[in-house]
């Protein structure tokens, strides 16, 4: 399999994502009336009004007052966890390295595009762009908020398709989620489900791990 362009999600693959990790460090023992960290980051993060935040259909003050009330958890509490996260995502150091060595052969004429197609919300997303210039590895990609769509919407991964006149055949997109796989496989995309950031190099096909 000949690989062309390489289209990255962000959260858990360029960076970590850990979102169990941040309440157990947010709110310590107090779940807010869960029965685990994992089940309150589910009632956050996987809720319409996070995924109307991530498409851009909310602002950031909108989405903390909505889950505050809806959680029943205090505003102010709720504003320190959610405001502070797009300076808080960490980039991952071997997904960097990647990308730096990625971007070598392709300055030697010898490499691929690299792009990227993450559901970000628009404040979190211009804050990487500003703390991170390993940014400038990537030629170009798409966050969610900038057009009004997210994964796993097919329209996503044909706007990022036309923008880049990418070729499915020739494109390997890499998630953690796997419900993105699977839409970038039903248009006939590469794909790569990573479970393990660490392993991404491993997982590449051959003539990319070298």
């Not at 157990?24 to 029965?35: L, N, S, T």
């Not at 993105?180 to 096909?205: F, K, M, S, Y």
Request: contains cysteine.
């Amino acid at each position: 399999m000949k690989i062309l362009d390489l289209v990255f999600d962000f959260g858990g693959v360029v960076f970590d994502w850990n979102p169990a990790a941040m309440l157990r460090a947010h709110f310590g023992d107090d779940w807010q009336g869960f029965d685990s960290p994992e089940a309150l980051a589910r009632a956050i993060f996987s809720h319409a009004d996070w995924h109307a935040f991530d498409r851009g259909e909310r602002s950031l003050d909108e989405v903390i007052s909505q889950t505050a009330q809806r959680l029943a958890i205090g505003q102010a509490q709720m504003h320190a966890l959610i405001a502070p996260i797009g300076a808080q995502l960490q980039p991952i150091a071997t997904t960097v390295q990647l990308l730096h060595d990625l971007q070598e052969r392709r300055k030697a004429g010898k490499g691929i595009r690299l792009l990227f197609l993450s559901n970000m919300p628009a404040p979190f997303a211009r804050t990487l762009e500003q703390r991170h210039a390993f940014l400038d590895c990537f030629e170009g990609g798409i966050f969610s908020a900038d057009v009004l769509l997210a994964k796993p919407q097919p329209e996503i991964y044909e706007l990022l398709a036309r923008r880049y006149q990418l070729t499915a055949a020739t494109t390997l997109f890499i998630d953690d989620h796997g419900p993105n796989v699977q839409a970038a496989a039903a248009l006939g995309w590469q794909t790569l489900h990573l479970t393990d950031p660490a392993q991404l190099r491993q997982q590449l096909p051959a003539q990319l791990r070298q």
